[in-house]
């Protein structure tokens, strides 16, 4: 392997938190590995790692070394023919092959381009019902929606609605509740003439109300916890562990929220007293995490969901917020969320299909 590649998978224990999870996500390895100035391997730290970091802490701005995993598994170069028998029996991601001086020269991927955790199957939620908010008229993807209903929007073969059921299939999910309201009929058509194994209860909004006012219709329908989603996102990332975290967590509610970094397109000025000009910052980046629109819900919170009144989910997390009620955030990478809820993002969303 190239120097620059190499390059592209290590990183450095003064690193921040947000740099290194910028690298991870570029490379889609789930894993860098750490070294120090004379390129000596000392570490590494996995998506899982820095997940766990930020559970705890919620700090995107620590260094890597607070985080970071030290004694790394690695082979040696004369070694490197016994790199794929590890990898399997250690069912790792990925391993460095190192020198005499401990440098990296070289390393062995497994055969998978993404993390192992979206390629898991299990029946680990079958007992887990999907509620799938479907009734919006996805004004901010006109003209599409003037044709058709935002679920049934095609992304590569398949419309997102059916894209969002596969993925939580992958775990098990059979049963899927959905929300439905305009072109509601169209929806129903698509579904009933299809041949599949789960189930799909339909819930008719008679009157619009919003991402959080049709659970109402769930009330008594749900015992335990569900996972709640908008029709426009897919969240590729392992649900078994964001269920676990939730269970474990004591949460009311869990937020899936991604890493967003923002270039801000201007230079920002920062103005001392006396309008002296402090320090300047050409273009700088902003990085936060945001709300994905998928959460995991504890059916309690249904019964306090007000009947025939337009409200939004995130203003439920707030009333629960200031009765005091656990709200949590499980943070997921920046490429794991692929949202359509804009025309651009749409055509992001299409290309990540593309020769699927």
């Not at 790692?49 to 040696?76: A, H, Y």
């Not at 058709?148 to 419309?159: A, R």
């Not at 959460?295 to 249904?302: F, G, K, M, T």
Request: include cysteine; charged fraction near 30%; charge should be negative.
């Amino acid at each position: 392997m190239e120097r620059r590649e190499l390059e592209k998978h290590t990183g450095y224990p003064e690193m921040t938190i947000v740099e290194a999870m910028k690298k991870i996500d570029v490379t889609g390895s789930g894993i860098l590995f750490i070294v120090n100035t004379a390129n000596q391997l000392i570490g590494t730290l996995t998506d899982g790692d820095i997940r766990r970091w930020l559970i705890q802490t919620g700090n995107l701005n620590r260094k890597v070394s607070e985080v970071m995993q030290e004694d790394p598994c690695f082979l040696s170069d004369s070694n490197k023919e016994h790199a794929v028998d590890e990898l399997v029996k250690r069912r790792m991601r990925a391993l460095p092959i190192v020198n005499h001086r401990r440098e990296i020269v070289d390393i062995v991927f497994n055969n998978r381009n993404e993390p192992e955790e979206v390629y898991e199957t299990t029946d680990r939620l079958k007992d887990v019902p999907v509620v799938i908010m479907a009734g919006g008229k996805g004004t901010r993807l006109l003209p599409y929606t003037q044709v058709l209903p935002k679920p049934l929007i095609p992304v590569g073969d398949k419309p997102i609605l059916e894209r969002i059921i596969d993925q939580f299939r992958k775990f098990g999910c059979r049963d899927f509740f959905l929300i439905l309201n305009y072109k509601r009929n169209m929806i129903k058509a698509y579904f009933n003439e299809m041949e599949h194994e789960y189930q799909i209860h339909y819930l008719d909004e008679e009157e619009p109300l919003g991402t959080g006012g049709g659970l109402s219709l769930l009330k008594d329908k749900i015992r335990g916890p569900f996972i709640l989603t908008n029709c426009d996102i897919l969240i590729r990332d392992n649900f078994s562990k964001i269920f676990e975290f939730h269970e474990k967590s004591g949460n009311r509610i869990s937020m899936i929220c991604s890493l967003k970094n923002f270039e801000i397109p201007y230079g920002i000025v920062h103005i001392g007293s006396h309008g002296t000009v402090e320090s300047l910052e050409e273009k700088p980046t902003v990085s936060f995490f945001t709300n994905t629109g998928c959460y995991v819900v504890d059916s309690d919170v249904l019964e306090e969901v007000p009947e025939h009144t337009f409200i939004g989910f995130p203003e439920i997390i707030e009333k629960h917020k200031e009765r005091g009620n656990p709200v949590g955030v499980y943070p997921i990478r920046e490429s794991a969320w692929l949202d359509m809820g804009q025309i651009d993002e749409l055509e992001k969303m299409k290309k990540s299909f593309e020769g699927i």
